[in-house]
């Protein structure tokens, strides 16, 4: 099993940055990709990012390219999604997952793991 538990949310003005953290522990060693997922009141949970926890590639959502960095520490099983220029259509529950298979996904029906999920309000 694998236990994941985000923090870094929070409530932020447009344009603002957040970072969030997403720690991994137990049986870390067989993740290989990290993924965030965000869902916000009424809508389906939504692609945000993902990285290959031992390569560092990372794909990302058209809606926070160029806005949001996924990285990963690789000592301290804690991945990391840094927000900037953030909008109001930002605001969702933020959650983290970990996936066994090699291959990354943007589909979180591949993902085994998953957080509690870290609240990111933007107001306007």
């Not at 997922?37 to 949970?45: I, L, N, S």
């Amino acid at each position: 099993q694998v236990q994941l538990v985000e923090s870094g949310g929070g409530l932020v003005q447009a344009g603002g940055s957040l970072r969030l953290s997403c720690v991994a522990s137990g049986r870390t060693f067989s993740i290989n990709n990290m993924g965030w997922f965000r869902q916000a009141p009424g809508k389906e949970r939504e692609f945000v990012a993902f990285i290959n926890w031992s390569a560092g590639s990372t794909n990302y959502a058209d809606s926070v390219k160029g806005r949001f960095t996924i990285s990963r520490d690789y000592v301290k099983n804690t991945v990391y999604l840094q927000m900037n220029s953030l909008k109001p259509e930002d605001t969702a529950v933020y959650s983290c997952a970990a996936d066994r298979a090699y291959r990354g996904s943007s589909d979180p029906n591949e993902y085994d793991y998953w957080g509690q999920g870290t609240q990111v309000t933007v107001s306007s």
